[in-house]
């Protein structure tokens, strides 16, 4: 990965930064890729039906409002997503399967796990702007997670570029 969030925050002050209130449940720590967004409600089907799309290396955000009553992803959409070339999947909600997503070596971040799965009737919305504490999430940005946090810039880092 191109650096750590707290060194890439300062050479870049005017990213976008989320705090690590996620628990990392994948096989991977710390993972960056270009921002997918999805805003759904207890209801998983878009979550499956975008990640079974090519990632090219690609992070989903998904913004489950924050509800714990029911995972968003569990062990098959994590396999899934690390077949299809996903670099990770951040999920403003829950998930599932624990034990299953440790083995996955993908970066997989959400607030907590629960058993039960979600709705399956396809509501929500793809690749729209997501507000996330106080974040501006934007499809197509670029986001770093690690251990300190998520920073979101507008393109990847590049090695002597300062931002401010």
């Known amino acids: 990965m191109e650096g750590r969030t707290t060194d890439l925050s300062d050479l870049w002050p005017e990213g976008e930064t989320l705090p690590m209130v996620f628990r990392s449940?994948?096989?991977?720590?710390?993972?960056?890729?270009?921002?997918r967004t999805l805003r759904v409600f207890e209801d998983n089907a878009l979550v499956r039906r975008v990640l079974e799309e090519e990632g090219h290396g690609q992070v989903l955000v998904v913004d489950g409002g924050g509800s714990l009553?029911?995972?968003?992803l569990g062990g098959n959409l994590a396999?899934?997503?690390?077949?299809?070339?996903?670099?990770?999947?951040?999920v403003h909600g829950a998930v599932r399967d624990v034990l299953e997503l440790k083995e996955v070596p993908i970066g997989?971040?959400?607030?907590?796990?629960t058993p039960r799965r979600s709705a399956k009737a396809g509501r929500g919305e793809v690749d729209v702007p997501l507000s996330l504490f106080g974040a501006q999430v934007l499809p197509g940005h670029y986001l770093i997670a690690d251990e300190d946090g998520?920073?979101?810039?507008?393109?990847?880092?590049?090695?002597?570029?300062s931002g401010g």
Request: net charge positive; proline share 7%; hydrophobic share 55%.
């Open 25 to 35: 449940f994948g096989g991977t720590a710390r993972f960056a890729g270009r921002v």
């Open 69 to 72: 009553r029911t995972a968003l």
């Open 108 to 113: 997989l971040l959400a607030l907590a796990a």
């Open 150 to 161: 998520l920073l979101l810039l507008p393109a990847p880092p590049s090695g002597g570029q």
């Open 79 to 90: 396999r899934l997503a690390w077949e299809r070339g996903w670099a990770g999947v951040v």
